[in-house]
């Protein structure tokens, strides 16, 4: 297909990129409008209709008690300087991060239906993920930067109690999106050849 043909969703794909966090503007998207976001982002497949994801959008104070919390989690025992200074930078990052969702993707695998039907554990997974790849297109569409974290700030012994995440035993996280608005600029991403990753019979 030619340029001229190629359709808006193909451009936004081709042209999103993981930006730094910490040169995002302080002036956060509307609440209103990442909140619509996310609803349009819940249509995405999702086998047995379980509707596993669940969002956590934070606040100010949220949003700066997870960079600590992710800052300690790197810090560990505080014997490597290294890791201390790491720590001391990224929870300033992302203590001043203008906007965060949390996704976590919620199965009971002491459900009948995964009892019955093990699979729907990694399918629930997958949908979660795609709803957080629809998130990312959707923030592009609006000229809003995102980043799709997976620093492991829920080994935190307090993550789940700070955050308030609502299911701990049957949540596990799938990503944490920084979200903002932008002025950098990020070099197209050159892809190795498709005939290195696709068999055709």
């Not at 819940?42 to 949003?63: C, D, G, S, V």
């Not at 960079?67 to 203590?95: H, I, M, Q, S, Y």
């Amino acid at each position: 297909m030619d340029k001229k043909s190629t359709p808006i969703l193909a451009e936004i794909i081709k042209r999103r990129r993981t930006r730094k966090p910490a040169q995002f503007s302080k002036t956060p998207p509307s609440l209103d409008l990442v909140t619509e976001l996310i609803e349009i982002a819940r249509h995405a497949p999702n086998h047995h209709r379980t509707e596993p994801a669940r969002f956590y959008l934070l606040n100010r104070e949220k949003i700066q008690q997870l960079g600590k919390l992710f800052g300690e989690t790197l810090v560990g025992d505080g014997k490597d300087p290294a890791l201390v200074e790491k720590g001391n930078r990224k929870t300033r990052e992302w203590g001043e991060a203008p906007g965060i969702i949390l996704v976590t993707c919620l199965t009971d695998e002491s459900s009948d239906l995964a009892l019955k039907n093990p699979a729907v554990i990694e399918e629930d997974y997958a949908t979660c993920s795609c709803i957080c790849q629809n998130l990312l297109l959707l923030f592009e569409s609006e000229n809003i930067a995102s980043k799709w974290s997976t620093g492991a700030v829920w080994k935190h012994p307090e993550f789940n109690d700070r955050i308030g995440i609502q299911d701990p035993e049957n949540e596990r996280m799938v990503g944490i999106l920084f979200y903002g608005y932008s002025e950098q600029q990020v070099p197209t991403r050159r892809l190795s050849s498709l005939s290195n990753h696709l068999k055709t019979y």
